[in-house]
């Protein structure tokens, strides 16, 4: 059975009740954050954290963030994954509930805060050294994506297409540029050069994206922050997704037309290589302060 975090309260799931006039449910107004944690240690908690705050002064939606992170834990813990190798926090903010409005509700209303923990697992090696294929898909998302709202269903139309056309992931594009994933980032190696769209309105900018953007830069690689065209698409060397859960995801088809050779390439596999250290690291880091 498993606990969640509702308003304060640490409940089994089945207990969890949300008000029908929660302004998420009727109107998508509200927040999302996908927080990692390896072995128990949370990565990158303060830049999620630190993305959620700018998201909720942007919605204006008046709520203290202080004591997320102690709950992130306590969930872990609560749901008996601290030994777990991959898992993960869900955790969600809504305006509250209140009388259906276009405009937000004039009395003052609580936030519904709620969140679960669960294990993911990575795809077995063998899985990841095959690669994994994509299609394009429009972007029918709004012109404000970098705020990580629960406004997902463009998100989820064009994965579902993806998958009907019979690949495993989706590349949205926008005026002939392949922005994003429909929950991870994009990136592409042209001529030795590693690049990825840069953080404007019409991508999230992901926390994965932001650590393999610097790992990148310190394995001394040449980084490009700028749009990747879908007519460069069939010149890349390599493609690649990364997110949360997903972390470094090659991108051996497009279309069903090969990338390069058709292969995981080095620029993908030393990326990996490097995440995975960052990631060994701050373990370590958490193992040395617990003592
Ligand atoms: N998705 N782009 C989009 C549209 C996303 O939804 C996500 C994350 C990312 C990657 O961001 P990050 O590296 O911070 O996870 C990029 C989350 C995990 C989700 O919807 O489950």
Known sequence: MSTVYLNGEYIPKEEARISPDDRGFLL?????????????????????MARLLRGLCWMRIDYDTSGLEAMHRRLIDENGLAGAPTSMVYLQITRGAAPRTHYFPEGPVEPTVYAYAKAWSRPSEERWNQGFTAATVPDRRWGRVDIKTIC?????????????????????????????????????????????????????PGITREIVLELARGEGLPVAERPIYTEDLRHAEELFFTGTTGEVKPVVEVDGRAVGEGVVGPVTRQLAAAFQARVDATCRAAATVAG
């Not at 998508?28 to 999620?48: C, K, N, S």
């Not at 997902?152 to 540029?177: C, H, K, S, T, Y």
């Open 152 to 204: 997902l269903l463009p998100n989820a139309m064009g994965f579902q297409d993806a998958r009907e056309a019979g690949a495993d992931d989706a590349i949205l594009v926008r005026d002939g540029v392949a922005l994003e994933g429909a929950h991870q980032n994009f990136w592409g190696v042209f001529g030795g050069t590693v690049v990825t769209h840069p953080t404007t309105n019409h991508i999230l």
């Open 28 to 48: 998508a107004d509200g927040i999302y954050e996908v927080t990692p944690f390896y072995d128990g240690v949370p990565f990158g908690m303060d830049r999620h």
